[in-house]
């Protein structure tokens, strides 16, 4: 459990202040607190056009994740043999639809398949 009291600056105060912690892993905390701070810029640029390229790359990066993520449950079911040859027809088509729908998608928000994907830390990479 963690419990943040924060000090509050003095009047006219701009420093800013650090919240005390209560946790086992405090310093742990601390540090990927402060990691994640010097990597974030620090003002955020926001014009429209790279709010929409932004959302478009995270939309799409998402989409991609998940329509490959039905092609090998398509393929995990075909290869069990529970699907009926008209269901793989069906199967094969759609998702045939949805790769050319997304490579619209890209070529019109002029991105390439490389920038589709997000970094999870520690985890990795999601595509």
Same mark, same amino acid.
């Given at each position: 459990?963690?419990?943040?009291?924060? =000090? %509050?600056?003095?009047?006219?105060?701009?420093v800013p202040v650090e919240p005390e912690i209560e946790t086992a892993h405090a310093a742990e905390f601390t540090r990927e607190l402060r990691r994640v701070a010097e990597a974030l810029p620090p003002r955020i640029n926001v014009d429209a056009e790279s709010v929409e390229q932004g959302l478009a790359k995270l939309v799409l990066?998402?989409?991609?994740f998940i329509r490959k993520l039905l092609e090998k449950q398509a393929v995990r079911r075909m290869e069990g043999g529970s699907l009926s040859p008209e269901e793989v027809e069906a199967l094969g088509l759609a998702l045939m639809k949805l790769e050319e %729908?997304? $490579?619209?998608? =890209? /070529? $019109?928000?002029?991105? /390439?398949?490389?920038?589709?994907?997000?970094?999870?830390?520690p985890v990795g990479r999601l595509i």
């Open positions: 459990m963690v419990r943040s009291n924060l =000090k %509050k600056p003095s009047p006219g105060s701009p990066t998402l989409i991609e %729908k997304m $490579q619209e998608l =890209k /070529a $019109q928000f002029g991105l /390439a398949d490389e920038e589709l994907n997000l970094d999870l830390g």
